[in-house]
């Protein structure tokens, strides 16, 4: 039998986007984005990987998790649906190297 995704917990992050120019600081644009995965423990697993820095973990996961939620709002996009399923082997690549032994 294959794992159910049903029971996993719903999550909710808020991503406030703010410019520096000349050393003042602006709010740029804000959203909301959700989901089951937890981005925080994502990040935490590609960092104990030790071939990255937090900040790039940080950046990396994030980009991934947007990139990955835009692609599937918008299947029937020819430049989308050609480049999801590099998307989904990249992904599975990365959580194989970040998820060994679990």
Do not use: W
Not at 8 to 25: A, C, I, L, M, P
Request: charged share 30%.
């Amino acid at each position: 039998m294959e794992n159910c995704d049903c029971n996993k917990q719903k999550r909710s992050y808020h991503f406030n986007v703010t410019e520096v120019v000349d050393g003042k600081v602006k709010e740029a644009y804000n959203f909301n984005f959700g989901g089951h995965h937890d981005l925080v423990e994502m990040i935490n697993k590609t960092v104990a990987v030790g071939n990255i820095t937090e900040k790039h973990a940080k950046e990396l996961v994030t980009g991934l998790r947007l990139l990955h939620h835009v692609l599937k709002k918008y299947p029937e996009n020819e430049i989308f649906k050609n480049f999801h399923p590099a998307l989904e082997d990249f992904k599975h690549a990365l959580k194989a190297q970040c998820c060994k032994g679990e």
